[in-house]
């Protein structure tokens, strides 16, 4: 199994997995979690455990095994916050010591456009806009903005218990760079993200985009 780690984000370790290994091993608490699912998603599961096991070992923290927490994320250790994302083809994870970083959220996406309707439901008309006037386009920049929204979620829920819709949230890019901004639409949003101070990164990387939200 074949594992790069990404000198991403400061205090953090993030681990990718290209391409995702067949025979990711498993803890039996792990491995008791995706027990009944479809074998494709149990390999996509265990190479994300197995990006995320990495991670902390190179954080230098034990590497228990990282059951389900019940908001259906993952159950990282007191002290750590993480974010694992998969799809076909690779696996991602990141994770820090919750003394540099509240929030972490990560995601990866095959690198091909997004499709018109989940661009449609993902992104606001002023969103399409705004990124269709970017170098590239629309579609250059609606996947990178569908990932981010993403990453929002990943960090605002485990933290803050809050579930935000995709037009809750604005995704802004630095056209010259890799970073972007993530913006609270509505009140909701703003009690999720009321003290935090956004870090948005973004890369495509051998076929796929990557997308990284943190927070402190």
């Known amino acids: 199994m074949s594992l790069q780690t990404l000198p991403w984000l400061p205090h953090s370790r993030c681990v990718l997995?290209?391409?995702?290994?067949?025979?990711?091993?498993?803890?039996?608490?792990?491995?008791?979690v995706v027990a009944a699912v479809a074998p494709r998603r149990r390999r996509h599961f265990a190479a994300g455990r197995a990006c995320a096991h990495a991670a902390l070992q190179a954080?230098?923290?034990?590497?228990?095994?990282l059951r389900r927490a019940p908001g259906g994320g993952?159950?990282?250790?007191?002290?750590?916050?993480?974010?694992?994302?998969?799809?076909?083809?690779?696996?991602?994870?990141?994770?820090?010591?919750?003394?540099?970083?509240?929030?972490?959220?990560?995601?990866?996406?095959?690198?091909?456009?997004?499709?018109?309707?989940?661009?449609?439901?993902?992104?606001?008309?002023?969103?399409?806009?705004?990124?269709?006037?970017?170098?590239?386009?629309?579609?250059?920049?609606?996947?990178p903005a569908f990932g981010a929204k993403e990453c929002v979620h990943k960090c605002v829920h485990p933290l803050r218990e809050i579930f935000l819709e995709f037009d809750e949230v604005a995704?802004?890019?630095?056209?010259?760079?890799?970073?972007?901004?993530?913006?609270?639409?509505?009140?909701?949003?703003?009690?999720?993200?009321?003290?935090?101070?956004?870090h948005g990164h973004w890369q495509r990387r051998n076929g796929f985009v990557l997308t990284l939200l943190a927070g402190r």
Do not use: K, N
């Open 17 to 32: 997995a290209q391409p995702m290994p067949d025979d990711a091993p498993l803890a039996a608490d792990e491995a008791a």
């Open 59 to 65: 954080l230098g923290r034990p590497v228990p095994a």
């Open 74 to 143: 993952v159950e990282w250790p007191a002290d750590v916050v993480g974010s694992v994302a998969h799809c076909e083809g690779a696996a991602l994870a990141v994770v820090a010591a919750t003394v540099h970083w509240q929030a972490l959220g990560i995601d990866i996406e095959p690198d091909v456009p997004l499709p018109d309707d989940v661009a449609g439901y993902a992104l606001s008309e002023a969103e399409r806009r705004a990124l269709a006037a970017l170098p590239g386009g629309l579609a250059h920049w609606a996947l």
């Open 171 to 198: 995704i802004g890019f630095d056209p010259d760079g890799t970073t972007f901004t993530a913006t609270a639409l509505s009140d909701q949003a703003r009690r999720a993200f009321a003290g935090l101070h956004w």
